[in-house]
């Protein structure tokens, strides 16, 4: 018979270091924006994430995912049903059809905020496919 194993009272480290990150996140971009809250950071987030994801290769997508911080990953999966990519419309339409109807920020200084937080925070593979899905949002690598 195994041991009974102790309740548990602390989620794991990974978690909590997770949530962590992606609070950490969550204010960069509300305080690059000046945005009020971690919700209108959070949907400019999902909405690139989303609108990159769209425009990528399934393999792309989980690679990609994979060199992002852990909870990100999920935001960017979340809801997706793997395709190949199809011809779309400019991504900066689909951001600012995505984002809320009264977003306090512009589309383009919303997208290139919560970009430029990714760049900051993926690993190099997955920072190069991000620039790659979106050169007019990424600058040129240090």
Sequence with gaps: MPPETPP???PPVVLRDAMSESCDLLDDIRATLDLQDRMHAYAAL??????LRDRM???TVLATAAGMPL???????QGWTP??????RP???DISDGLPLGFPVPPGPAAAAVMAA????????AAAR??????????APN
């Design 8 to 10: 548990m009272i602390m």
């Design 46 to 51: 999902r909405v690139l994430l989303h609108a």
């Design 57 to 59: 290769a399934a393999e």
């Design 71 to 77: 909870m990100v990953s999920g935001i960017a999966v």
């Design 83 to 88: 395709r190949a990519p199809a011809p779309r």
């Design 91 to 93: 991504l900066m339409d």
């Design 118 to 125: 990714l760049l900051a925070r993926a690993a190099p593979q």
């Design 130 to 139: 991000l620039r790659v899905a979106a050169p007019d949002l990424s600058p």
